[in-house]
């Protein structure tokens, strides 16, 4: 069950320019919704998140928007860094079950100093 | 900063024995959580644990599967006799909250499981 998908596997971004990540989900049900940072050898470590009530939220140089009508999110990175080169995994839970996270297939960015 | 450990990094294992992984969520955090990850696929969520039971699982968690906190700290998933399937990174995670908050969880850094 696809539930979340992240259909761009991978994407390289010159240093100081903006990355865009995208994630589309299908369960209309879905109230909150994450990003997490994976690098090689390490656990996933959430970087930022929305509910549904907003359509933005932003931490930083990072930038999550979220389109409920579109069922898709998107994580902006501005200026982009060779440090932020990591898989990025999208998340979304349900409020009434907020136990599980549902996870993308993940996004490989590289930045290119 | 606190954070989740697993033991061991790596473990290897024949098909049909048992391995036990363990995982040290964050000491104040009540809601604990296995994930596995096959190479090249997503992370997919296995169980959910709060207060000393299986509050959420997934399809994926059938019987040869079980989870236990035997102690204040420690957190384990029992996968009781291995399957060549089973090889993949398990990812235990903790959050401070759960169900009716929004809490992000914790991950630790993976035990690779390979079983041969």
């Known amino acids: 069950d696809q539930q979340v998908k992240q259909n761009s596997p991978s994407l390289s971004v010159q240093e100081g320019r903006i990355s865009i990540l995208n994630c589309d989900y299908t369960n209309s049900m879905f109230d909150y919704f994450l990003w997490y940072k994976k690098y090689p050898a390490e656990g996933p470590t959430f970087l930022i998140s929305?509910?549904?009530?907003?359509d933005k939220n932003e931490d930083g140089r990072f930038t999550v928007f979220l389109n409920k009508s579109a069922k898709h999110l998107s994580l902006h990175i501005v200026p982009s860094q060779p440090g932020d080169s990591a898989v990025y995994f999208c998340?979304?839970?349900?409020?009434?079950?907020?136990?599980?996270?549902?996870f993308g297939t993940g996004t490989s960015l590289t930045v290119i100093p | 900063e606190p954070e989740v450990t697993q033991t061991p990094s790596h473990q290897v294992t024949q098909m049909g024995q048992e391995v036990i992984l363990r995982c040290v969520p964050i000491s104040n955090h009540l809601y604990f959580y296995w994930y596995r990850q096959i190479l090249g696929q997503k992370v997919e969520f296995l169980v959910s644990f709060y207060n000393n039971e299986i509050s959420e699982k997934s399809e994926i968690f059938d019987d040869q599967f079980s989870v236990e906190r035997p102690d204040g700290s420690n957190f384990t998933l029992k996968i009781r006799s291995t399957k060549l399937e089973d090889s993949a990174m398990y990812f235990c995670a903790s959050s401070a909250g759960g169900g009716s908050s929004y809490n992000e969880q914790f991950f630790g850094p993976g035990t690779r499981l390979t079983v041969l």
């Open positions: 929305i509910s549904s009530i907003k």
């Open positions: 998340a979304a839970s349900l409020f009434n079950t907020g136990n599980q996270f549902y």
